[in-house]
């Protein structure tokens, strides 16, 4: 944990020196804790949303944060049915969101369903590959959202036009969620391996016609009659891909990371988290002969802290 904090310090400033790696230019919305339950929990509400939960001074939350900027772009055109939030818990006001969701590291993400109350958290944990989520976000919207759901086999629709995709349809899919409130489509899986999607038109008496093929999305926005959509433009990567070299470590660095992780990130964890509470045990005795003789930090560990530690 320390290595890892004081790598996040020498890798150099987040975005705009602001203390985030994401704005509301990237597509995302910055959520505080203090208004996550309005935000994304309300009784009324028809949207799914996407959540990440990181810490801006986290390595692995600053290597991944390029990843999903591009996730948020190309999941931009869904935005009408699913919203993409992220929360910083390096805020102190945000850093219940850890004990809230019930989440022992970052970055985390979670999907919440329109069903889903506070008291639950979230409706699903999912992974980070984000070349896996567009598929499985569909998956957990399908139930929600009927339209996301296959024809089958000589099953008719009362829409304008039907995709014909094999699974998972995904490109299909998206269409349907991308166009939700312009146009009405529907999607067949087809039997054969071809990548091209074949789009029917269905004319008012239920017959269907062919209407071409694509393998790309504009392809197909263009002969359904769909206006590209304008997606935000990320702002730059926050971990380059040619990194300066890491600077050495000062004892302000040491005494950051040391005060973060003992006061801040090891009360995220709880008393139900032994092999956690052992750990700092055993830092605090690691550290406490070390310490400089002032400061901040030797005043707030005094030799005995390890022995203070020992009990619950």
């Not at 139930?143 to 304008?160: H, K, M, N, S, Y």
């Amino acid at each position: 944990l320390l290595l890892l904090l004081l790598l996040a310090t020498a890798a150099g400033p987040v975005s705009a020196g602001s203390g985030e790696l994401y704005s509301p230019v990237d597509g995302v919305t910055l959520l505080d804790f203090r208004q996550l339950r309005a935000a994304v929990f309300d009784p009324g509400r028809q949207r799914h949303w996407l959540l990440q939960v990181y810490h801006a001074y986290c390595g692995h939350c600053i290597a991944y944060s390029g990843a999903f900027k591009k996730l948020a772009s190309k999941l931009w055109p869904w935005r009408y049915t699913l919203r993409i939030g992220v929360i910083n818990v390096a805020k102190q006001s945000n850093a219940r969101a850890m004990r809230h969701f019930g989440l022992s590291g970052v970055p985390s993400l979670l999907y919440v369903a329109p069903n889903c109350s506070w008291a639950s958290g979230f409706s699903a944990a999912l992974p980070r590959d984000t070349s896996e989520l567009p598929e499985r976000l569909l998956d957990l919207m399908e139930p929600f959202v009927p339209q996301l759901r296959p024809l089958q086999l000589g099953e008719t629709a009362d829409c304008d036009f039907i995709l014909e995709e094999p699974r998972p349809g995904v490109l299909s899919r998206g269409l349907i969620l991308e166009a939700l409130y312009i146009r009405s489509l529907r999607w067949r899986a087809s039997a054969d391996s071809a990548p091209a999607v074949r789009l029917s038109r269905v004319a008012a008496d239920g017959s269907s016609a062919p209407a071409g093929s694509a393998s790309d999305a504009a392809s197909l926005r263009r002969l359904i009659g769909l206006k590209q959509p304008t997606r935000p433009t990320p702002t730059g990567d926050t971990a380059p891909s040619s990194p300066m070299a890491p600077r050495p470590p000062t004892q302000a660095d040491l005494k950051s990371a040391l005060i973060r992780a003992l006061v801040s990130d090891v009360a995220l964890a709880g008393p139900g988290r032994p092999r956690v509470w052992r750990a700092a045990r055993d830092v605090a005795r690691l550290a406490a002969p070390l310490l400089p003789a002032a400061g901040r930090l030797a005043a707030a560990m005094p030799e005995s802290l390890p022995a203070a530690l020992a009990g619950e």
